[in-house]
């Protein structure tokens, strides 16, 4: 089975900069697009960037646009969250997400590392 693992979350000062990785794991492995969602405490699940496998269409939630670059490496299975000019409101618990198929749901999550930015 596909497996997904998040790493690179942290504590920031305003301003400052994180960049989260996504490890992509199993022997069999076919996807449409990877996503990175984010969840605050008390606050729905909210996807911030998305990026589609094979073209490397990325999409931004309008908070992030112009802070955050999604990106992805097809030959070591990896997605990565550039996140520059953090705030408070970024703070969350970030999840990388995986779907196989155009507009079907995301599936596939790891585990979700916690983003802290701090005054």
């Known amino acids: 089975q596909v497996q997904l693992a998040e790493s690179g979350g942290g504590s920031v000062q305003t301003g400052g900069s994180l960049r989260l990785s996504c490890a992509i794991s199993?022997?069999?492995?076919?996807?449409?697009?990877m996503a990175w969602f984010r969840q605050a405490p008390g606050k729905d699940r909210e996807s911030v960037a998305t990026i589609t496998w094979a073209a490397g269409t990325a999409a931004y939630a309008d908070s992030v646009r112009g802070r955050f670059t999604i990106s992805r490496d097809i030959a070591e299975k990896m997605v990565y969250l550039q996140m520059n000019n953090l705030k408070s409101e970024d703070t969350a618990v970030y999840y990388c997400a995986a779907r196989d198929f155009p507009e079907a749901p995301y599936t596939t999550w790891g585990q979700g590392t916690q983003v802290t930015v701090s005054s």
């Open positions: 199993g022997r069999a492995f076919a996807t449409s697009s």
